[in-house]
């Protein structure tokens, strides 16, 4: 215990003498690379030992009040022209009455494109695998004609179901082909 009492009284003495030195160096004018603060009196006239008052044309540090000066003013501008404007007809115009059946419909439509593609994907690769039987087992099947062959073969039904759709162009036959399209996916879909 006397150690660690004798230990800790050396380590203050250290420190009171490299006190001594620091203070002895700032009175002299010479210090060991530390500089002396002064004082800025930034409210305080030393002349007139009085309170310093802020001049007008002083420039104080930057404050919130500077920062946000014109904003109240700039959003209360920015609102009177949004008032000012006309109104969009689009924005404010009601739902259609059947809004809700187009949206529940996109979602089973959603369902029946899919399983679509996986259909004609599979009907592709039974025609690859029939053309492959059909063949010399040397040669290899082209795949590139197969595909350009079964999107020709789509787009030859397209044309021809919008040519059906055309000549029924009757009173509401449009309006009937679609639904009879729809309710024929409908069937598939729910098999």
Do not use: C
């Not at 660690?4 to 210090?31: H, P, Q, W, Y």
């Not at 006239?45 to 002083?58: H, I, L």
């Not at 595909?147 to 029924?168: G, Q």
């Amino acid at each position: 215990m006397e150690t660690n009492l004798a230990a800790t009284t050396a380590a203050r003495k250290e420190r009171l003498i490299a006190l001594r030195k620091r203070k002895e160096a700032v009175d002299a004018g010479t210090s060991d690379g530390q500089t002396h603060f002064a004082l800025k009196q930034r409210n305080y006239d030393p002349e007139t030992r009085g309170f310093r008052k802020r001049e007008t044309g002083e420039e104080g540090e930057d404050t919130v009040e500077k920062a946000v000066e014109g904003l109240a003013e700039q959003i209360i501008k920015e609102d009177e022209e949004k008032r000012n404007e006309e109104l969009d007809l689009f924005n404010i115009q009601p739902k259609r009455a059947n809004w809700d059946l187009k949206r529940d419909m996109n979602n089973r439509m959603g369902k029946l494109e899919r399983k679509t593609n996986e259909a004609i994907a599979t009907i592709f690769r039974q025609r690859l695998q029939a053309m492959r039987k059909n063949e010399d087992p040397n040669a290899q099947v082209d795949l590139v004609a197969g595909i350009a062959a079964a999107e020709h073969e789509r787009d030859e039904r397209a044309i021809s179901e919008d040519n059906r759709i055309e000549s029924l162009m009757g009173k509401g036959a449009i309006k009937q082909a679609l639904q009879q399209r729809l309710i024929e996916k409908l069937k598939d879909w729910n098999n």
